[in-house]
């Protein structure tokens, strides 16, 4: 491990714990010795970082201190490539420009070695994926969703033949050869997944459904997550 990325874990475990903790814990925690910690923690003081304690005693992190911005080891960068870049798969077009802006903005507040990194991380992600959606936007079924407003759908079933169905958005699920909205329908008053590339016309209607959204959502889910 980079001392810069032990300092940076040292603040996070101080920062995490609800009372003092020793330089031992530290320590088993971060699989270094004791004495690394205490020189860490001396290196941490002398940069202003607000550690109080004293060893055999413990440490804490005074509160209202803030980690320096975006500090990620050379792994968490590659994990940040590589997602960002399936997220093009997701037939999600908002999402996919809302990627490019997060790469964009790390690269301002990156380190440069990290900023390098990033942006030439030999990592490639087929742009194959879910085909997006004609006639709606993901942008507004997820906007819905946090909202928990309803939407009338105009949906296209596997044979051709078209329903009007109000429903209920309660997640969306996304898969290499489709994107689901996932609903409570009215008109089957059950559980109901819509694929987003067979609904004809959609709308954002004014009446909402707040109070339900947490029940609905959790039956949802008891219904389709594996135990």
């Not at 609800?18 to 002398?46: C, F, K, S």
């Amino acid at each position: 491990m980079r001392r810069a990325d032990r300092l940076f874990d040292i603040i996070q475990v101080l920062r995490l714990a609800r009372g003092p903790i020793t330089a031992a814990a530290i320590a088993t925690e971060l699989e270094v010795t004791p004495r690394t910690v205490y020189r860490d923690i001396a290196t941490l003081q002398a940069r202003r970082v607000p550690i109080e304690g004293a060893a055999g005693l413990g440490y804490i992190l005074r509160r209202g201190y803030d980690l320096p911005p975006l500090m990620f080891t050379e792994e968490e960068a590659e994990a940040i490539a590589v997602g960002l870049r399936l997220l093009r798969r997701t037939g999600d077009p908002s999402l996919a420009s809302a990627a490019r802006s997060v790469l964009s903005k790390l690269g301002t507040v990156l380190p440069e070695g990290l900023r390098t990194h990033l942006a030439g991380a030999p990592f490639l992600v087929s742009g194959h994926g879910a085909p997006a959606p004609i006639a709606i936007a993901l942008s507004d079924v997820r906007a819905a969703i946090r909202n928990a407003r309803k939407l009338r759908l105009d949906y296209v079933d596997a044979n051709g033949a078209t329903t009007v169905r109000t429903v209920l958005p309660i997640a969306v699920e996304y898969y290499v050869e489709a994107t689901l909205l996932c609903a409570w329908c009215e008109l089957r008053a059950d559980y109901r997944h819509f694929r987003a590339d067979r609904i004809a016309a959609a709308t954002v209607l004014d009446a909402g459904f707040a109070p339900d959204a947490a029940r609905l959502t959790a039956g949802w889910r008891a219904l389709t997550e594996t135990p």
